[in-house]
């Protein structure tokens, strides 16, 4: 069984990645010795006395399989706690859920589209407010802050552009302020990016993509660094009550421990992949932070340690893209992304359709652009259905 979660949880033992991401919060459990944490499929627990438990209650306030997963994900971001929750946009939520009406979040110009809608037509309800920047550049987001400012939101590399944020440099900006920087890491996870480490104070996840893998579990997790942010997450998660079942957490343990492997052959396919575009006859121009024409490849090459597998081509317009979409047999055209198979999407009309003409035309997002998610297939072989699409 996991730790009980009143107790304190002393730093992880020193020890690699990959092998944290085996052992982390997933010691054999006690009773049977089965090496994988079981499911705890219960509501409930029988208290001994009044007053009495034995470390847990009621499952919307936690659970051993939870408990095993957030303790896992806190030592594979080098955090001081993780908070999951039942998706990537939930996750998003809670974040924003510890503001107050009348305080002011700068969130990059250049995200998810669910991320603006979320704080637009949702949030902006209840008195928060959002003004948009490059977060390519430091002094836009400081130009960006006001005296009510307690939030900086920002992914790196963006979806579905692969712009970059200067996470050191935004760290210090929103620091200097008084605000705090949380970083959507969803693109790279904590085996490629380690925003942490380089000042952010909060990272945000998608556990539907990487660290699940396999397209088959839904999920969000909030990482901190300070007792006080667990604290409030924690509330959030028994209040709110938008938690991740005992089942979704045991599919992203599963996952979780084959990440590293996942993600050294992600990122060499990636590279094999946007290297096989960039040359293509077809393609007007590639969106990889891991090739060197792309303006920001030696931030990459300081703040992540690889490019991973997520990029985005240029067609020249609407029904290039949609050719190639629809000639695909290998790749699978489907929302998600950072599942082991290929998946490939039209950003325009999928995942930023809710930003409208205006706010797509505003970040450069165009009707021909398609993004991919090259899996772990032979890259041979995705190559070869990416060139049966892009024939002319």
Not at 1 to 24: C, E, G, Q
């Amino acid at each position: 069984m996991p730790d009980d979660p009143r107790s304190p949880k002393p730093a992880a033992a020193p020890a690699a990645f990959d092998t944290l991401a085996i052992h982390a919060g997933q010691s054999p459990d006690p009773a049977t010795g089965a090496v994988n944490v079981p499911i705890y499929a219960t509501s409930t627990y029988v208290q001994p006395e009044l007053g009495q438990n034995l470390g847990y209650e009621y499952s919307r306030v936690s659970n051993p399989t939870r408990t095993a997963l957030e303790q896992n994900l806190a030592a594979l971001e080098g955090g001081h706690s993780a908070h999951v929750f039942a998706s990537g946009m939930a996750a998003i939520h809670a974040v924003a859920g510890r503001l107050a009406a009348g305080d002011h979040v700068v969130c990059g110009s250049n995200v998810y589209g669910g991320t603006p809608r979320l704080f637009n037509q949702v949030l902006a309800r209840f008195g928060l407010r959002f003004t948009y920047a490059d977060t390519r550049q430091p002094q836009a987001v400081e130009a960006a802050i006001e005296s009510a400012t307690k939030l900086v939101f920002v992914e790196t590399p963006t979806n579905p552009l692969m712009e970059l944020c200067d996470l050191r440099a935004c760290a210090e900006v929103a620091h200097r302020h008084g605000a705090e920087l949380a970083v959507d890491n969803t693109f790279m996870s904590p085996y490629l990016q380690r925003p942490l480490e380089l000042g952010a104070d909060l990272v945000v996840h998608s556990t539907t993509k990487y660290l699940n893998g396999h397209s088959d579990g839904l999920g969000g997790v909030v990482v901190t660094t300070t007792e006080r942010q667990a604290e409030d997450l924690r509330f959030l998660q028994k209040a709110a009550g938008a938690i991740l079942s005992p089942f979704e957490c045991f599919l992203i343990l599963r996952g979780v421990k084959t990440l590293p492997v996942r993600m050294r052959q992600h990122d060499a396919n990636g590279r094999r992949i946007a290297k096989f575009l960039e040359a293509h006859a077809s393609v007007r121009r590639v969106f990889y932070p891991g090739l060197e024409q792309h303006p920001q490849y030696e931030l990459a090459r300081r703040q992540m340690a690889g490019f991973g597998g997520m990029m985005t081509f240029e067609t020249g317009s609407l029904e290039a893209a949609r050719r190639v979409l629809n000639r695909v047999r290998l790749c699978s055209l489907a929302e998600s992304l950072g599942g082991v198979e290929t998946l490939i999407s039209h950003p325009a009309t999928m995942t930023h359709a809710a930003i409208g003409a205006e706010g797509r035309a505003a970040i450069g997002l165009t009707d021909g652009m398609v993004r991919l998610s090259v899996g772990l297939e032979d890259a041979a072989d995705i190559e070869a259905d990416l060139a049966n699409a892009l024939a002319r």
